[in-house]
């Protein structure tokens, strides 16, 4: 089974804007592999790369979350393949949060370099506390990969108290922590309740070499680390439409990895993480 865990869709009137700008910030060079960013484009891709499942980690400015979570989620109810992620911000009510599960909702997503509020802001104690009750996995946008620094929201270290003060949340760090092979032994070591996703810095693509470590370019330094890692804690992630899923698929694939191994990072702990019952 292959489930991308990470990527994004929107509405068919934004799309276009949304993903240039993204580009822009990230100096990604615009080629072919950018996704256009629609529930169409990334349902057609994924018929055709064979990707049974995708994890919409949709979020925005806290002034449309809601409505932008109301919109993932009706995606997810017309087309079973996307798995929604719904996003928050300090001071949202724990209630509203408890409803989008209801309704389908299997994690949380922040980013919050470009939410612009700090993870261990006290305002989010309250969503914190509920994922923990209830197992509810929190995805983190993490570290700079694409060699933007945003603001320090986005910094490992930020990010890590929080994981550590809620060991009972499981917790995804995006682009393999930083993007260094150093903070990702790091994070691994101190943080049992994370997984990392492959996303951006570890790609098959060549436009997204220049802006990720070079460390992860070698397929040999890859299986060296996943393995120090452990294979049951990397998932693979595309950031579609910024990366793409069929070139990263491909990749993992080729990987000097045990055929169970590679089923882990392909699919298999992103199904623990979001479908199998507790
Ligand atoms: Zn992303």
Redesign the pocket.
């Known amino acids: 089974m292959i489930i991308d865990g ?1 990527a ?1 869709v929107y509405n068919e009137k934004n799309a276009e804007k949304i993903v240039s700008a993204f580009t822009e910030l990230h100096r990604m060079e615009p080629t072919a592999s950018l996704g256009q960013g629609t529930v169409a484009d990334l349902v057609g891709k994924m018929k055709e790369n064979g990707t049974d499942y995708t994890v919409l ?1 949709n979020f925005g400015p806290s002034r449309s979350v809601e409505k932008i979570n109301e919109w993932t989620l009706s995606v997810a109810e017309e087309y079973p393949q996307l798995i929604p992620l719904v996003s928050v911000f300090p001071g949202i009510a724990v209630d509203k949060v408890a409803g989008w599960v209801q309704k389908g909702a299997k994690g949380i997503k922040m980013h919050n370099g470009i939410q612009g509020f700090a993870a261990d802001d006290p305002g989010l104690e309250p969503v914190y506390r509920f994922c923990e009750e209830n197992r509810i996995p929190i995805t983190f ?1 993490c570290g700079e990969t694409s060699r933007v620094h945003l603001n320090e929201y986005t910094e490992t270290e930020r990010l890590t108290e929080v994981v550590k003060q809620y060991p009972g949340i499981p917790f995804v760090m ?1 682009h393999l922590a930083a993007g260094d092979p150093e903070t990702v032994f790091r994070v691994a070591e101190e943080c049992p309740n994370v997984i990392f996703d492959t ?1 951006i810095t570890m790609t098959g693509e060549r436009c997204i070499y220049r802006i990720h470590d070079d460390f992860w370019e070698s397929d040999e330094n890859v299986v060296d680390a996943f393995r120090r890692i452990g294979c049951r804690r990397i998932s693979f992630g595309s ?1 579609y439409p ?1 990366g793409n899923p069929s070139g990263d698929i491909r990749r993992i694939r080729r990987l000097g990895l045990s055929d169970s191994e590679k089923e882990l990072i392909l699919g298999g702990n992103s199904y623990r993480l979001y479908m199998a019952q507790p």
């Open positions: 990470h994004h980690a946008h995006t996303s950031d910024f």
